[in-house]
């Protein structure tokens, strides 16, 4: 069992910049591939980002990528997403989850939700124009 808490949400302005937390707790958090997801109200769950469990890999959809870094320190048991130049469609309950290694392997990755098995509360970016 994998536990994983966000944090860092919030309300910026368009422009803006904010970096979201994940903290994990259970066991084995290093051997897990760690995504970012979004949801926005009344639209399905979009994957963000994913990321190695050695962080050697990442990968990014294609809306966020260049303004959303991804990242992890396993001594911490957490994994980050910087985000800068937000924008209003941006706003959205941000999820962090854990999935199996090949999620972000050397050749492929997860960006299906259901892959990951593990998945924390989310935490609300909203982004003013």
């Known amino acids: 069992q994998v536990q994983l808490v966000e944090s860092g949400g919030g309300l910026v302005q368009a422009g803006g910049s904010l970096t979201l937390s994940c903290a994990a707790s259970?066991?084995?958090?290093?051997?897990?591939?760690m995504g970012w997801f979004r949801q926005a109200p009344g639209k399905e769950r979009d994957f963000i980002a994913t990321?190695?469990?050695?962080?050697?890999?990442?990968y990014y959809a294609d809306s966020p990528k260049g303004r959303f870094t991804i990242s992890r320190d396993n001594a911490k048991n957490t994994v980050y997403l910087q985000m800068n130049s937000l924008k209003p469609e941006d706003t959205a309950v941000y999820y962090c989850?854990?999935?199996?290694?090949?999620?972000?392997?050397?050749?492929?990755?997860?960006?299906?939700?259901?892959?990951?098995?593990?998945w924390g509360r989310g935490t609300q970016v909203t982004v003013s124009s």
């Open positions: 989850a854990a999935g199996p290694a090949y999620c972000a392997g050397t050749y492929g990755y997860c960006s299906d939700s259901h892959e990951y098995n593990y």
């Open positions: 259970g066991r084995s958090f290093s051997s897990y591939a």
């Open positions: 990321i190695s469990w050695a962080g050697g890999s990442t």
